[in-house]
């Protein structure tokens, strides 16, 4: 089959011909339809230090996508062979006690799709039944293929209650994106949206945000005095940007709460001082819940979340480098691949 190869230890990504994964007993193998390009995905492409330390060369990339089920494993029983599915990008352990207790978001024994293992960036992935999620047929495959990260956006923006908050989000990448508009589809007042990239944030106003902010133009205080407010409810951090994270724990209003997604670098210079004597609540958010945060995606798709305003390009995967060049240039959304 056809696959996505991190061949070499150094920049780039090859399309190349590689052997139909085989699946055990609880596993099913899924014939892939689309496929849609993460962050992650192009830091492994450019070879930073996280991938040179994390990603064995020969590995198929990728974690975000939908399919059909191809070939059912002989323990595995609720799912069918032609059955539209995506899937769960952190297979867990089952055993320690956050996977017992229902936590399972909270594994520490998690291994990544794409990333620890084979990816979705192939013709078939075999994984785990236990990480299927069924689409139901109203959605269409081109958001499906990204749930993954539109779980990322939607844990983090429902941990806090949003209802009549002012919400400040750091960073309008695609989950920035996603979480301006969930947040003001389940009530927030001001959805405040900051970054530096003028075409994302427009895109970021297209989902709803009240104001976006270009932090190199304009700073996020004179839009707050516009508004009249006194300082952020609740902040959604979102950039991996500590100069971002130090504007968010500057403009929260005393006791506000702060789900952290972002992924800041080793060593980010943090204003404690800030966190202390305004009491703020700091919350770090890894993946999504399992697999409540699945269906909670599924049912605002189905009730009118305007999920497709983040999609911007689709592409055969034969032309995949303009996918990782539009993502590198940070001149797209979602870029979702075809693969049939
Ligand atoms: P992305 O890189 O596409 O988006 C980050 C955005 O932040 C970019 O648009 C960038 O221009 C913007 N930015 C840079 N400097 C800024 C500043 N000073 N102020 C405001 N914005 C600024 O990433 P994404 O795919 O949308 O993911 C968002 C973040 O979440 C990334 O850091 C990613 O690594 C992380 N992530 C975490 C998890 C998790 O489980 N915790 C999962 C997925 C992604
Ligand atoms: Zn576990």
Redesign the pocket.
Known sequence: MNALVKREAGPGIWLERVPVPQIGPNDVLVKVEKTAI??TDLHIYKWDEWSQRTIQPGLVIGHEFVGRIAEVGSAVHGYEVGQRVSAEGHIVCGRCRNCRAGRQHLCPNTVGIGVNRPGAFAEYIAVPASNLWPIPDQIPSELAAFFD?YG?AAHCALEFDLIGEDVLI???????IIAAGIAKHVGARNVVV????DY?LKLAADMGATRVVN?GKQSLREVMNDLHMEGFDVGLE????A??FN?MLDCMYHGGRIAL???LPRGAGIDWDKVIFKGLVLHG???RRMYETWYKMTQMVLTGFPLGKVLTHQIRIEDFQRGFDLMDA?QCGKVVCSWT
């Open positions: 993460c962050g990260p990322n750091t960073g309008a990448g695609p989950i920035g900051t970054d530096i990239n994302r932090v979102m950039s991996g940007n100069h971002a504007d997604l972002g992924i958010i890894y993946g940070g």
